[in-house]
Nanobody, 123 residues
Framework: QVQLVESGGGSVQAGGSLRLSCVAS????????MAWFRQAPGKEREGVAA???????RYADSVKGRFTISQDNGINTLYLQMDSLKPEDTAMYYC?????????????????WGQGTQVTVSS
């Protein structure tokens, strides 16, 4: 198992930027894949961005070109740089880790989750 702690959420106006961080309790290079998910009120949790152990990435179509996922294995931290934010990006953002497979953007493939950090984008 791995504990995950997110930070960096907040309130921002449309067009602004935020960077989310997720600190893992074990070496991130030992984790098969990590990802960011989000859930807005009344909506299902959706995958936003994922990164595999080999550095390959995947993004939801709704965030391509605006969000960038990265990780710093030296400090066991996953990041999500969010630029050109839109009101529809408003949600609770969760960090997730899979220890035994490349989960990509499917939530059922992950069994380690953080508590979430709120992102609110106003128009």
């Amino acid at each position: 198992q791995v504990q995950l702690v997110e930070s960096g959420g907040g309130s921002v106006q449309a067009g602004g930027s935020l960077r989310l961080s997720c600190v893992a309790s074990r070496y991130t290079y030992s984790i098969y894949s990590m990802a960011w998910f989000r859930q807005a009120p009344g909506k299902e949790r959706e995958g936003v961005a994922a990164i595999g152990r080999d550095g390959r990435t995947r993004y939801a179509d709704s965030v391509k070109g605006r969000f960038t996922i990265s990780q710093d294995n030296g400090i066991n931290t996953l990041y999500l740089q969010m630029d050109s934010l839109k009101p529809e990006d408003t949600a609770m953002y969760y960090c997730a880790a899979s220890l035994d497979s490349t989960g990509w953007l499917t939530s059922g493939n992950y069994n380690n989750w953080g508590q979430g950090t709120q992102v609110t984008v106003s128009s």
